[in-house]
């Protein structure tokens, strides 16, 4: 039973194109993330939902857009994609904002960009 | 100064060994520490989570903190192959109203058979 899921999990596309990676999870929590990890293993946060509210937005371009159909669901669509986006892109849940110390990730969508 | 710094290796050890991960920060607001394992390819695991200064134990694993310091550490007990794998430390930090992990950039650890 996997309590974070992502789709897809490998995304090759080119410059210029928009693209979209869904998450899901199944643990009851309320709360959902977006994090970025780099290259260099850096994982930074972008975004997280609580119950379908943008609590947290950092400082991340606009061609990034998350949505959040339902606190089990959190997407994250991406127009005009560039280079520097190649990453690869984690969601992570927790029971409320407050629990970050319990956080789970999901597998990770690996997105290059070319 | 960057918020969390973590040395990020490579650390390479032998079977059995004990393996000490730290990490600095320089936030006084940082409440809650965390250490997550990430396998390769694979999105970061949970190990442990601590609140206040002190040790605490799970199995082979057993996080520090030392707030005056500003410092975390991990050790891992009598470690094993299967412990080889990325170990990132991670703070809780409020932010406007709520909450966000800052992560240290990862300690990569390989221990040899």
């Known amino acids: 039973d996997t309590a974070v899921s992502q789709t897809p999990k490998y995304l090759v596309t080119q410059m210029g194109n928009d693209k979209s990676i869904k998450c899901e999870q199944n643990?009851?929590?309320?709360?959902m993330y977006w994090y970025k990890q780099d290259s260099k293993k850096f994982l930074k946060i972008m975004f997280s939902?609580?119950?379908?509210?943008?609590?947290i937005n950092e400082t991340v371009p606009n061609r990034f857009s998350p949505k959040s159909p339902d606190k089990a669901h959190l997407n994250l669509h991406i127009n005009s994609l560039e280079l520097g986006d190649s990453a690869v892109y984690f969601c992570a849940s927790s029971q409320g904002p407050g629990q970050l110390y319990e956080q789970y990730f999901g597998p990770g969508t690996r997105l290059t960009v070319t | 100064q960057k918020e969390v710094e973590q040395d990020p290796g490579p650390l390479s050890v032998p079977e059995g060994a004990i393996v000490s991960l730290n990490c600095t920060y320089s936030n006084s607001a940082f409440q809650y520490f965390m250490w997550y394992r990430q396998y390769s390819r694979k999105g970061p695991e949970l190990l442990m989570y601590t609140y206040s200064s002190g040790n605490k134990e799970d199995g082979r694993f057993t996080a520090q903190v030392d707030k005056s310091s500003k410092y975390i550490s991990l050790f891992i007990r009598d470690s094993q192959p299967s412990d080889s794998a990325t170990y990132l430390c991670?703070?809780?930090?409020?932010?406007?109203?709520?909450?966000?992990?800052?992560f240290g950039k990862g300690t990569k650890l390989t221990v040899n058979p």
């Open positions: 939902y609580n119950n379908k509210e943008l609590i």
């Open positions: 991670a703070m809780s930090a409020p932010q406007g109203g709520s909450e966000k992990l800052v």
């Open positions: 643990l009851g929590h309320d709360t």
